[in-house]
């Protein structure tokens, strides 16, 4: 009889016990009253303490009694920063957010091609970043130029400083250049050096969008280059043009322009202009290092988002009269440039 009490107490216990768990796993881990995802900030100097008693009053969750006993479980403290609390989240899943600091994200694409003007620019319409986009402190990104920037697409903590994004760019350009002067790599000739290389790269990356493109417009401009050819690169005039900002923002570019006085204007000046116009990304510095093998002088737009290419003037013409024709389809007042 009393072995048979023993049993009965025995289950009794392991029912009390698993429904205490049940009960608390649905607590922590399933019951939310997220009903649409909700932005919270972690301040300096906050507690968990206070951190509880502002998620319950914002209703974020149903008992700071129970986020703080899953912030414990996780770890005992809670990580300054911007969250973004998804819908459906539990105390425990909006516990451990805070508590690892999975801070609420927000996305940054610099596009290839863009001045630093551009770049900085782009950045001050970024709702998401804080702060603004100079500095006068002698720090490297105080002081940025052309071809400093490494554009791509950068994943970063809402309410990050531009300055910070920036900086991150201007260390990733400066990995590749470090990574290519261990390697020892010398550009093609009659390049010499990085600055050479990316400055190339760069007008490489203003004349054609087509990554696949790329090495053929490379290997005109080299090609060019070893005869003792002038570049006659429009992106270098437009630069001028812009005082460095690189977009001519509408307005279109003359035959008259291309007189204008600067050793960046390569209708004027032969070989390359003393520092990059643009930043650039991989595929225009992979296109200048391995350029096509083509005895190609000339190109010229082709209508289509492309380029036609020519060995001899005769040809390039012919290309250039098409071109011209559909610009005056598209603008009959334009005067076209015609190099």
């Given at each position: 009889?009393?072995?048979?009490?023993?049993k009965?107490?025995?289950?009794?216990?392991?029912?009390?016990?698993v429904?205490?768990?049940?009960?608390?796993?649905?607590?922590?881990c399933?019951?939310?009253?997220?009903?649409?995802?909700?932005?919270?900030?972690?301040?300096?100097?906050?507690?968990?303490?206070?951190?509880?008693?502002?998620?319950?009053?914002?209703?974020?969750i149903?008992?700071?009694?129970?986020f703080?006993?899953?912030?414990?479980?996780?770890?005992?403290?809670?990580q300054?920063?911007?969250?973004?609390?998804?819908?459906?989240?539990?105390?425990?899943?909006?516990?451990?957010?805070?508590?690892h600091?999975?801070v609420?994200?927000t996305?940054?694409?610099?596009?290839?091609?863009?001045?630093?003007?551009?770049?900085?620019?782009?950045?001050r319409?970024?709702?998401?970043?804080?702060?603004?986009?100079?500095?006068?402190?002698?720090r490297?990104v105080?002081?940025?130029?052309?071809?400093d920037?490494?554009p791509?697409?950068?994943?970063?903590?809402r309410?990050?400083?531009?300055?910070?994004?920036?900086?991150?760019?201007?260390?990733n350009?400066e990995?590749i250049?470090?990574?290519w002067?261990?390697?020892?790599r010398?550009?093609?000739?009659?390049?010499?050096?990085w600055?050479?290389?990316?400055?190339?790269?760069?007008?490489?990356?203003?004349?054609t969008?087509r990554?696949?493109?790329?090495?053929?417009?490379?290997?005109?401009?080299?090609?060019?280059?070893?005869?003792?050819?002038?570049l006659?690169?429009d992106p270098?005039?437009?630069?001028?043009?812009?005082d460095?900002?690189?977009?001519?923002?509408g307005e279109?570019?003359?035959?008259?322009?291309?007189?204008?006085d600067?050793?960046?204007?390569?209708?004027?000046?032969k070989?390359?202009?003393?520092?990059p116009?643009?930043?650039?990304?991989r595929?225009?510095?992979?296109?200048?290092?391995?350029?096509a093998?083509?005895?190609y002088?000339?190109?010229?737009?082709?209508?289509?988002?492309?380029?036609k290419?020519?060995?001899?003037?005769?040809?390039?013409?012919?290309?250039?009269?098409?071109?011209?024709?559909?610009k005056?389809?598209?603008?009959?007042?334009?005067?076209?440039?015609?190099?």
């Open positions: 009889m009393r072995k048979r009490t023993r009965i107490f025995t289950r009794y216990v392991f029912l009390i016990a429904a205490m768990f049940a009960v608390i796993y649905y607590a922590l399933v019951r939310t009253t997220i009903r649409e995802s909700v932005m919270f900030s972690i301040n300096s100097g906050d507690t968990v303490t206070s951190v509880a008693r502002r998620l319950n009053n914002e209703e974020i149903f008992s700071d009694v129970a703080k006993m899953a912030t414990r479980l996780q770890g005992g403290r809670v300054v920063g911007e969250y973004e609390i998804p819908r459906g989240a539990s105390v425990w899943l909006i516990a451990n957010m805070l508590t600091g999975k609420a994200t996305t940054v694409v610099i596009p290839e091609g863009l001045t630093i003007l551009q770049i900085k620019d782009l950045l319409g970024a709702q998401n970043l804080t702060g603004d986009v100079d500095c006068d402190d002698g490297p105080c002081d940025l130029a052309d071809g920037i490494f791509d697409t950068y994943y970063v903590a309410g990050t400083s531009r300055l910070a994004v920036l900086e991150l760019a201007r260390k350009m990995s250049k470090n990574k002067m261990r390697l020892r010398n550009p093609p000739a009659p390049l010499s050096g600055n050479d290389l990316i400055t190339l790269a760069s007008i490489v990356q203003r004349e969008p990554a696949s493109e790329m090495p053929i417009v490379a290997s005109v401009y080299l090609n060019r280059l070893r005869r003792g050819m002038r006659q690169a270098t005039v437009v630069y001028v043009l812009t460095g900002y690189g977009d001519m923002r279109p570019l003359l035959r008259g322009h291309l007189k204008i600067s050793p960046y204007n390569t209708y004027r000046n070989g390359l202009p003393p520092a116009i643009a930043n650039v990304g595929a225009a510095i992979r296109a200048v290092m391995k350029p093998d083509t005895n002088l000339y190109f010229v737009a082709d209508g289509q988002g492309g380029h290419f020519s060995t001899d003037y005769e040809s390039h013409m012919k290309h250039h009269a098409d071109w011209r024709e559909i005056k389809l598209n603008n009959p007042e334009l005067e076209s440039v015609n190099y």
